[in-house]
C-alpha cells in the first residue's frame, strides 16, 4: 500500500466495480486469501451480514486467538484491530477504517493514567478492553463487560485495585461485588448521552416492555434496568426472557441481531437524551462500510501495526483474561 492520499485518510473509499455483486465478490476474495471477516454488534446490518462471526468484545477476542485465518478483517473499533493483532502478531489484522476510534479508549491518555497508577502502588491494575494497547501493556489483567465481575471477584477481597477507563463500568463492578476499587474518570460518548427521562418517556409508551441497559451507562439509567449486561448477555436475556418487547440502551447495531434471533419481539432502541433525540450510534463503528470493506480486502490495507515492545506487555494481561474466563467457563 503505497497510495499517498489513502495512507493520510486511513481508509480505501475507491467506487465498488460496476455491475458487480459486491458481498458474493468479498466473500470471494476472503476464500482466496484465507481471510476472516468479524464484525461487532454495533456494526452495520449489511456488515453483520456478511461476516463469518459476529460478537461481542469477549467473543472476538476468542475468535482471533483461535481462528486459523491468515488474514483477519476486524469490522469494529480500532482497539478490536489492535487486540487481535496483540494476540495474533503473525497475521495480517485489518480495520476497514483507521478512524475508527472509541471516545472512551481516548478518556485514558498514556502519560496520565501511567501516572496515576504510579501514585498508587501495590494496586492490581485491571482495564477494559477498550483501550489502547499502551494502556493494556500497563495493565495486571483486561477484562470486557461478558467477564468483568466475574474476574474482578476471582481476586481476594482485600486486593486493592485499579480499574480504567469507564467509570461507569468501574462503579457498576463495585456496586455488585461489594469492592472499592479506584476509578479512572472515563466515559463512552454514546452510553452517556442515555438518560432516565429518556427512557421513562418510551416506558409510558411501551408499559410491558424489560429494559436492557449496557454497564456503560450512567447509574441512574442502570438503576432502573430489569437486565444490566454487555451485548452478549443483554441479546441471549432478549432471546430466553418471557417478555415481547424490549427498551434497548445500548448502541442500536444491537437491535440487528436481536430482531433476527427472535422476530416476533418487538424492540426499541432508546433515546439519546429523550424521546426527541433520536436514537444512539457509535459514529467510529458506523465508519465501518460495505464500500471500505471490499476496498481492504482488494488492496489487504489498513493493516493494524503494534509496536512489539508494548505489544509483549499488553498479552500477557489479554491472555490472562482469556485463561481466567476459560475457567470461569465464560
Ligand atoms: P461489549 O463488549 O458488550 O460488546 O461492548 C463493547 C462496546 O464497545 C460497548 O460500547
Ligand atoms: Fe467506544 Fe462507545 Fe463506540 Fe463502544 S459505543 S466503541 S465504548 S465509542
Given at each position: 500500500m503505497n497510495d499517498k492520499k489513502w495512507s493520510e485518510q486511513g481508509f480505501i473509499d475507491e467506487p465498488t466495480p460496476a455491475n458487480t455483486d459486491i458481498k458474493a465478490e468479498i466473500k470471494r476474495m476472503c476464500k482466496e486469501k484465507n481471510a476472516v471477516i468479524m464484525a461487532h454488534y454495533y456494526a452495520d446490518a449489511e456488515v453483520q451480514d456478511l461476516a463469518d462471526f459476529v460478537g461481542d468484545s469477549l467473543a472476538l477476542a476468542q475468535k482471533a486467538a483461535t481462528t486459523?485465518?491468515?488474514i483477519i478483517i476486524m469490522c469494529g473499533v480500532h482497539f478490536m484491530g489492535e487486540t487481535n493483532k496483540i494476540l495474533c502478531p503473525e497475521k495480517k489484522i485489518i480495520v476497514p477504517?483507521?478512524?475508527?476510534?472509541?471516545s472512551l479508549a481516548e478518556s485514558c491518555p498514556t502519560d496520565a493514567f501511567e501516572k496515576f497508577v504510579k501514585a498508587h502502588p501495590n494496586h492490581t491494575v485491571i482495564s477494559y478492553v477498550n483501550t489502547t494497547a499502551a494502556i493494556k501493556s500497563l495493565t495486571d489483567v483486561v477484562v470486557t463487560s461478558s467477564n468483568a465481575c466475574q474476574i474482578v471477584e476471582s481476586f481476594p477481597k482485600d486486593t486493592k485495585i485499579i480499574f480504567g477507563p469507564d467509570k461507569n463500568l468501574g462503579g457498576y463492578i463495585n456496586r455488585i461485588t461489594g469492592r472499592n476499587m479506584l476509578l479512572w474518570d472515563g466515559g463512552c460518548h454514546v452510553h452517556e448521552r442515555f438518560s432516565v427521562e429518556g427512557i421513562k418517556q418510551l416506558k409510558q409508551q411501551h408499559p410491558n416492555a424489560k429494559v436492557l441497559v449496557h454497564p456503560e451507562c450512567r447509574e441512574e439509567v442502570a438503576e432502573i434496568a430489569d437486565k444490566v449486561g454487555s451485548t452478549a448477555a443483554l441479546l441471549k436475556y432478549s432471546i430466553n426472557?418471557?417478555?415481547?418487547?424490549f427498551i434497548v440502551v445500548?448502541?442500536?447495531?444491537i437491535l440487528h441481531e436481536m430482531q433476527k434471533s427472535a422476530p416476533q419481539k418487538t424492540f426499541i432502541p432508546a433515546p439519546a437524551e429523550d424521546i426527541e433525540s433520536g436514537c444512539n450510534e457509535c459514529n467510529y463503528m458506523k465508519l465501518i462500510t460495505m464500500r471500505k470493506l471490499y476496498n481492504c480486502i482488494k488492496h489487504e490495507w489498513p493493516t493494524i501495526e503494534v509496536d512489539s515492545e508494548i505489544a509483549e506487555k499488553a498479552v500477557r494481561p489479554i491472555n490472562r483474561m482469556l485463561e481466567i474466563s476459560k475457567q470461569l467457563g465464560l
Open positions: 486459523d485465518a491468515d477504517d483507521l478512524n475508527a476510534s472509541c426472557d418471557d417478555a415481547n418487547e445500548t448502541e442500536v447495531g
